[in-house]
């Protein structure tokens, strides 16, 4: 078998490349990482989006200083209906009623049937005068309205028979009335009795999570978050400066960051269009 020749192609090797060795380039040194906040889009309309950076989390340490500014700035926003209802009255029936009421329900409805419904009856007695179907329609149109005044009334047998006809000053008393829960609760103790509570709805959590003051996934799991890292002094207004915050400007799709008076405090986590 004649032997095989492995000839070389002139200006060639044997992989194919050029003759020339061939110099490499020196390597250009790769960047370092840097680790940078998030930005976010801003535009107005006709426009092109901006990008614009955005602060630190907010920690137990720098909590006062946003809730300062929410504090100074929050005569201009329209408090939360039971925020005023509370700081008129003082009466913790009402304000329980009146919870119940808000729940799922737009503010304007419930400034409506709230003051239409304690003009009949403002005590659980009276309440028990009513009807349900009475109550109803009292209370139309507040979400749920037919539920929520067979709740109002069982409330008041319960208040009568097991309370005095008055409204219990521990959270775990009112928990375990129907239709009670952990929000309306903990409203009840911090606006009507002054006591430490952190009420949480929807802008609550929202609004903590957006903040990155907490990382949780529902209302209950927030309340339990912000009982840690919340210093005690602030859990009172936490919920009502909140609230009126998030009406007005912090709203749950494209937030007025524009207008806030916190922009440049805030994370903005999650937030992915600002207005």
Not at 58 to 84: E, G, K, M, S
Not at 160 to 181: A, M, N
């Amino acid at each position: 078998m004649a032997a095989m020749s492995f000839a070389k192609t002139p200006g060639r090797n044997r992989l194919g490349g050029s003759g020339r060795r061939k110099v490499d380039s020196p390597k250009k040194p790769v960047p370092s990482v840097v680790t940078r906040a998030p930005a976010i889009l801003t535009a107005k309309r006709g426009t092109a989006p901006s990008v614009q950076p955005v602060a630190r989390p907010v920690t137990r340490q720098t909590v006062a200083r946003v809730l300062r500014i929410l504090r100074n700035a929050a005569p201009q926003w329209n408090a939360p209906v039971l925020t005023l209802m509370a700081v008129e009255k003082r009466d913790p029936f009402l304000t329980l009623i009146g919870c119940i009421l808000s729940l799922r329900t737009r503010d304007e409805a419930t400034a409506v049937a709230a003051p239409r419904l304690f003009e009949r009856a403002d005590t659980p007695s009276r309440m028990l005068e009513l009807t349900p179907a009475e109550i109803e329609c009292l209370i139309y149109p507040v979400g749920f309205y037919r539920t929520k005044a067979r709740v109002i009334h069982q409330i008041c047998h319960e208040l009568i028979e097991r309370f005095g006809g008055r409204v219990p000053e521990r959270i775990e008393d009112l928990l375990s009335l129907k239709g009670v829960g952990r929000k309306t609760a903990n409203l009840v103790i911090t606006q009507a009795f002054g006591k430490p509570g952190i009420c949480v709805d929807t802008h609550v959590h929202r609004i903590s999570n957006r903040w990155g003051l907490v990382h949780t996934r529902s209302p209950s799991e927030s309340e339990q978050a912000l009982r840690e890292v919340l210093p005690r002094r602030y859990w009172i207004e936490y919920n009502s400066l909140l609230v009126a915050f998030g009406q007005t400007l912090c709203q749950p799709v494209s937030p007025w960051c524009s207008r806030c008076p916190i922009n440049h405090l805030c994370p903005r986590i999650g937030v992915v269009r600002c207005r």
